[in-house]
């Protein structure tokens, strides 16, 4: 761990004079060389079902994030250019560029897109790579598969590799993403080292998001984040691919990644590690974001072991120590009754309510109308938070949380849960991936014709051996249903 009051000078032990090149050199020269065979088991099946569950959130939010989405379209209708890519639920096809912001923007706008810890790892990386097919030329399914493994694996390990979580230095967790974007539209173009590395160094300069966003409800910019990063990495790829250099020392230079973002602070044995780190992603069984899947996991153990009686609870307590939870409780009026569902999907009060009352949560729940649900919301009025530093376990992961609910009688349940339901420990099944993807389309704003759907499932399953992945996004246009 580096010095909490170090000087920018003293916080990294690897200084960038202490080492004759950038970390950069080793991420492109892997990327560069690297092919399916040569990726664990493990983490081409992660690949896997990012694609599958990327699409699935995307077409979800086509209709389940009308104050978000609908901008976009309407821009996308007016400014689009004519193409070949598909822009699913458009109609249409455009330019392939306008396809990767299209899909970008709607791969996080229902907070149903995978995680890992404090970074979303799929949503920009998978955005980018499958309309990039429609500018290659035919890209067979071990290429793509390889790409995803390699973005996943790179957002993963700069967020994994930092002394402390990504959102203590006020950045969002989406900020890696656009890097490990950038990565995956190399291995598409089949870019050399130097040419990913040059992709990388340009890429650096677009990297942004601050915490602002999600500090108080209001913003749109978490919605819509990965169509902006999932462009900028395709044109950064692009741009190298034309021979255009990049700062060489994009992650350990003075003003690199690692001494700009996070003040040095970083385990440069973390970064080196030689596996690939996409097995580390988590698939989330609730359409809201990281943090709260902890309360809900709990919640719905205790659920289903009958320990709470609904109509008694008086008082909900929930505990953790990271400053997400001041941030996603407070101020409890606006936290209990959101107006739009981008705030309601960060208000652990009001998914607390939903959850008790229902006994599930779903993307209805994020409706006009599934927010105006009145007996979720008293009882999301009788949450009270606490925060617990004796919950704190590793500096890159969420943590414990605990929940304890209180009855009318004064008896108390309480459950304590470090692992989220849908993660690594406690993974979703494929058949209840599939199951996921099956709902989020069938909540698309265009149907898709059953059969598509029942394609597009065996395509992703059988990847490895697909010639050309456009296919993929051609079986999910030519299947929708336009009145």
């Known amino acids: 761990m580096s010095a909490p009051n170090a000087t ?7 200084a960038v004079s202490s080492w004759p090149t950038d970390l950069s050199v080793m991420i492109a020269e892997r990327a560069a060389a690297v092919t399916l065979d040569q990726i664990e088991p493990a983490a081409v099946a992660a690949a896997k079902r990012a694609v599958l569950d990327t699409l699935g959130v995307s077409l979800a939010a086509t209709s389940g994030a009308p104050d978000y989405i609908d901008p976009v379209r309407a821009f996308m209708r007016k400014f689009a250019a004519p193409g070949t890519a598909p822009a699913l639920s458009l109609g249409t096809r455009v330019a392939p560029l306008d396809a990767v912001f299209w899909q970008g923007s709607l791969a996080h706008a229902v907070y149903f897109d995978d995680l890992c810890g404090h970074s979303h790892p799929s949503g920009p990386v998978v955005s ?3 309309p990039m097919s429609y500018l290659t030329g035919p890209v067979d399914g071990p290429r793509l598969l390889s790409a995803v493994a390699l973005g996943q694996d790179f957002t993963v390990r700069i967020v994994e590799s930092l002394d402390r979580p990504l959102i203590t230095y006020g950045w969002l967790s989406s900020l890696p993403g656009l890097l490990g974007a950038t990565l995956a539209c190399t291995k598409m173009l089949g870019l050399d080292a130097d040419q990913t590395r040059n992709a990388l160094g340009i890429a650096l300069h677009k990297v942004s998001g601050t915490m602002q966003a999600i500090a108080r409800p209001g913003s749109s910019y978490p919605a819509i984040r990965g169509g902006k990063d999932a462009k900028e990495a395709v044109i950064s790829a692009l741009l190298a691919a034309e021979g255009l250099p990049g700062d060489p020392d994009s992650l350990e230079g003075e003003f690199g990644l690692f001494r700009q973002f996070f003040d040095g602070e970083y385990d440069l044995d973390r970064v080196r590690r030689p596996e690939f780190l996409g097995s580390h992603v988590a698939i989330k069984p609730w359409p809201c974001a990281a943090f709260p899947q902890l309360f809900l996991t709990g919640i719905s153990s205790l659920m289903a072991e009958n320990r709470i009686r609904v109509d008694e609870v008086v008082r909900i307590l929930v505990k953790g120590h990271s400053d997400l939870l001041p941030q ?15 705030d309601a999907k960060t208000s652990i009060p009001f998914l607390i309510g939903k959850l ?24 999301a009025h009788r949450v009270e938070w606490k925060l617990d530093q004796t919950l704190l376990r590793d500096a890159n992961e969420l943590g414990g949380v605990v929940v304890e609910i209180e009855h009318a009688d004064g008896s108390v349940v309480s459950q304590h849960t470090v692992t989220p339901l849908g993660y690594p420990d406690a993974p979703l099944s494929w058949e209840a991936l599939v199951e996921k993807f099956r709902g989020c389309v069938e909540t698309a704003q265009v149907p ?9 499932i065996s395509l992703v399953a059988d990847l ?16 929708e249903c336009h009145a």
């Open 356 to 379: 008790l009352h229902q006994g599930t949560l779903g993307l209805g729940d994020f409706t006009p109308e599934g927010l105006r649900d009145p007996e979720a919301i008293a009882i």
């Open 464 to 479: 490895e051996q697909v010639d050309n992945v456009s296919g993929l996004l051609e079986t999910l246009f030519e299947g």
């Open 448 to 456: 898709v014709k059953p059969e598509s759907v029942d394609k597009a």
């Open 128 to 130: 980018a790579v499958l």
């Open 328 to 342: 996603q409780c407070a101020p409890l009026p606006d936290r209990a009754e959101p107006k739009r569902s981008i």
């Open 8 to 14: 920018p000078a003293q916080r990294s032990p690897h």
